[in-house]
């Protein structure tokens, strides 16, 4: 069983403040996806990350993808009351074809 | 349409009813695949279909669980003798083919009393 650890699984804090989110495992995966989910919503993409090393920015948001491609950063710079929200990291295993979600970081930002 | 629906948005049934949820997924997408997700947790993995096969059933819990998608387009996830356990957020998402991009649509509330 790939399992995918989140931490922390919650986080709350004030507008301005920067947050890391980790997400780590003990297996390779071929990529790696980063969700936000809003209460009585469905996830939406935010990032998808492919390549060990790689780092891509949205807007405020970095996502970096271990050189092993076994574990995965969300870091959020000068954070906003909008960013509040579930995040949630899944992997796609090379040989397989469904995700395998994190537990998710509850991240509550107030102003 | 421009998403992926899925119908109820809340089902509330009684422990030992037979139930349907159902997904309709984005139009020309042949890959599609159901989670569940409960409180405090991320989605698990039920079941994907490429087309009208189920490519990979490994996630349904138990015999109680059966999905269908027979014209390749929507699908339908049956559950029997609903259980209290059972109680949960059902996801669908669709994408374009396998290890693709997946697209979720909102869930299905099912609270089993």
């Known amino acids: 069983t790939q399992l995918l650890e989140q931490s922390p699984q919650f986080l709350s804090i004030q507008e301005g403040e920067n947050l890391t989110v980790y997400c780590n495992s003990s297996?390779?995966?071929?990529?790696l996806q980063w969700y936000r989910q809003e209460p009585g919503e469905g996830p939406v993409l935010l990032v998808t990350v492919v390549t060990g090393g790689e780092v891509k920015k949205l807007k405020r948001l970095t996502f970096q993808f271990g050189d092993a491609r076994k574990d995965s950063s969300l870091h959020i710079t000068a954070a906003q009351p909008g960013d509040t929200g579930l995040y949630l990291c899944?992997?796609?295993?090379?040989?397989?074809?469904?995700?395998?979600f994190g537990k998710g970081t509850t991240l509550s930002v107030s102003s | 349409g421009a998403g992926v629906s899925q119908t109820p948005s809340n089902k509330v049934t009684e422990k030992g009813k037979y139930v349907e949820l159902r997904c309709d997924p984005i139009s020309g997408h042949t890959a599609l695949y159901w989670y569940r997700q409960s409180l405090g947790q991320g989605p698990e993995f039920l079941i994907y279909?490429?087309?009208?096969?189920?490519?990979?059933d490994s996630g349904l819990p138990n015999d109680r669980f059966f999905a269908v998608r027979p014209e390749g387009s929507v699908s339908t996830l049956k559950i029997q003798r609903t259980e209290r356990g059972d109680s949960a957020v059902y996801l669908c998402?669709?994408?374009?083919?396998?290890?693709?991009?997946?697209?979720f649509g909102p869930g299905t509330r099912l609270t089993v009393l």
């Open positions: 297996s390779v995966f071929s990529s």
């Open positions: 899944a992997g796609l295993h090379q040989a397989g074809t469904a995700l395998i």
């Open positions: 998402a669709s994408s374009s083919g396998p290890a693709r991009e997946q697209f």
């Open positions: 279909f490429q087309g009208t096969g189920a490519a990979d």
